[in-house]
């Protein structure tokens, strides 16, 4: 089954993190995604910019409406993602688990969320 | 009569056993309530004619087996190639092929399929941390207690709409995101463990609390949290925590005839002993006293010891607090929560220790913390009375009884308030 796991972390701590945080996280990540690719499990990731470089496009009868921003201001912002393809629930969360979330404990989570399967056409981009 | 009987009793004492095989071998929820349902349907059908059998629960699980191999070897010609079945584990991967094999044999098969205990893989997947807290408590009387979704609705006092919904919802939830039917590694047992005996422990407050409802449903509620509350024991003896909260139960079950006189509360101080059934204290008792040799003592096994010092106590008076206090103080190193310093701060009061237990109590509640909590007004009420304080007793009455919600707890609230304010 293929999970995507949604890191939520807080931007305004995250752009005060010493170098020794971001060196701890970028540690976390790295072994995260080494084990995960020898394990064959990762299908994917990517970080994303901070939500000041958001746009949202919301289509209307009047046509589209056009905002500066994620769609929603919420205490913590989606930050990045991994999709994982592993068994079950259990092992998303045990992979959820090893995923740097912010520089302090307690700080950030991971929202986990099953893939439903569609029909892709052929000759997707990477 | 006797048949219908025979049914409803191996309903009862089966449903867990046969479902959770069901669930395993179908992959599916639904498909194993659905084979049950007829395998249960063709018992009141046959039954009455060639007579219940020997062994009726291995009757049932081997009719439902053939009941799902039927409808899956009927949706196969319907499609090319069968789904994949997401609960199939590899531990046994038997087919509806191989199933037919030995369906002939359909009684030793049975008592096979009832050896493989899937229970535990049950009860962990219906409590998984994933489920919302309702819904595992929903779930887990469903499908372990065999209870149907209207008897739910009734011992939640909701609408059966509300409860079916609650039930599809879980179900759904477990199906796609992927919970996965089984028991949790060795590395998350104890963690997934209290989250079983939570809900158990819920369930069994359900039943328990004083509130409104139908006494005859709380009753049955309290039984099957018990019953339940067995079965972890006897799934997963290692764990003292088991034995620990089925002590803790079996030793305030055994109280409850006390607890309501004439529709009035009566607190433990108050009630007739004599109505408290000794054959249960003993079990309770001898339960956990076999288990807290093992020495490793957890927040149930404390409670159930303290649950235990009062339910062995042949008098009020003879109720051992020094004991009770020191069980708290450990149960607060465990679990340090303003409640459990309540509970300490009250048996230190009762103990004989006034103005230390009345300090430890507004110390329990410092900075507001319990202002919201009728219970903390309540005890504090009572120590001021029991130190002749009425004053100041009955004014915390006062804000206990603006807090309550439950009518029988208000009614004996304001007859305290009633008793201090004349003796002031």
């Known amino acids: 089954m293929r999970y995507l796991l949604l890191i939520y972390t807080d931007e305004n701590s995250t752009e005060q993190a010493t170098p020794d945080d971001v060196a701890r996280i970028s540690r976390a990540h790295s072994e995260t ?55 079950d629930l259990d092992q998303a969360i045990e992979w959820a688990k090893r995923i740097p979330t912010g520089c302090q404990p307690g700080e950030g989570c991971i929202e986990i969320r099953p893939i439903q399967e569609i029909r892709k056409p052929s000759g997707l981009g990477k | 009569m006797e048949v219908q009987a025979a049914v409803e009793a191996v309903f009862r004492q089966e449903h867990g056993r046969i479902i959770a095989s069901l669930i395993r071998i179908s992959g599916s929820f639904d498909r194993a309530e659905e084979a049950m349902q007829e395998a249960f349907a063709a018992a009141l059908a046959t ?33 090319d190639k069968q789904e994949a079945l997401r609960y199939d584990t590899e531990s046994r991967g038997d087919t509806g092929e191989q199933l037919l094999a030995v369906i002939d044999e359909e009684e030793r098969e049975a008592a096979n399929m009832l050896a493989w205990d899937d229970r535990l893989r049950l009860m962990f997947t219906c409590c998984h941390p994933a489920v919302p807290q309702e819904g ?46 089984q028991i949790p590694p060795a590395s998350q047992l104890a963690e997934r463990s209290r989250t079983v005996q939570t809900i158990i422990y819920l369930i069994f407050n359900e039943g328990y609390a004083a509130s409104a409802g139908d006494e005859l449903v709380r009753r049955d509620l309290c039984a099957e949290a ?67 040799r093992r020495k490793c003592p957890g927040p149930y096994q404390l409670q159930g010891a303290i649950a235990a010092l009062h339910a062995e106590a042949p008098t009020p008076g003879d109720t051992d607090w020094r004991q009770i206090a020191a069980l708290y103080s450990h149960l607060f190193a465990l679990q340090p929560n303003p409640v459990v310093a309540l509970n300490h701060a009250v048996a230190v009061a009762m103990s004989g220790n006034w103005e230390d237990g009345l300090r430890m109590i507004d110390e329990a509640g410092a900075g507001g913390r319990l202002e919201r909590y009728y219970l903390f007004h309540a005890a504090r009420a ?13 004014q915390a009455y006062g804000r206990a009884i603006e807090l309550a919600t439950n009518p029988l707890e208000r009614e004996f609230l304001t007859g305290r308030l009633e008793s201090v304010v004349s003796h002031r």
């Open chain 1, 33 to 87: 995604i080494e084990d995960a690719v020898r394990r064959g499990v990762l299908v994917g990731l990517d970080k994303l910019k901070p939500t000041v470089t958001a746009t949202t496009v919301r289509m209307d009868t009047s046509g589209a409406l056009i905002t500066d921003g994620p769609f929603a201001e919420t205490k913590e912002q989606l930050a990045g993602y991994y999709m994982i393809d592993c068994a």
């Open chain 2, 47 to 79: 039954w009455p004619e060639r007579g219940v059998p020997h062994n009726p629960g291995a009757w049932i699980m081997a009719a439902a087996h053939r009941k799902w191999i039927d409808r899956s070897r009927r949706e196969r010609t319907r499609r």
């Open chain 2, 136 to 181: 595992q408590i929903a779930l887990t009387l469903r499908m372990l207690g065999g209870l149907t979704t209207t008897e739910i609705a009734k011992a939640f006092l909701v609408p059966e709409a509300t409860m079916a919904q609650r039930l599809v919802r879980v179900k759904r939830k477990i199906q796609e995101a992927g919970i996965p039917y």
């Open chain 2, 226 to 292: 018990i019953r339940l509350g067995r079965l972890l024991v006897q799934l997963l003896p290692d764990d003292p925590e088991n034995a620990g909260l089925l002590a803790l139960m079996i030793l305030h079950n055994a109280r409850r005839d006390g607890r309501v006189q004439d529709g009035k509360l009566v607190t433990l101080e108050d009630q007739d002993r004599s109505v408290w059934k000794r054959d249960e204290i003993a079990e309770g008792t001898s339960l956990l006293e076999s288990v807290l």
């Open chain 2, 382 to 394: 009572d120590i001021l009375r029991r130190m002749t304080r009425f004053d100041e007793a009955a």
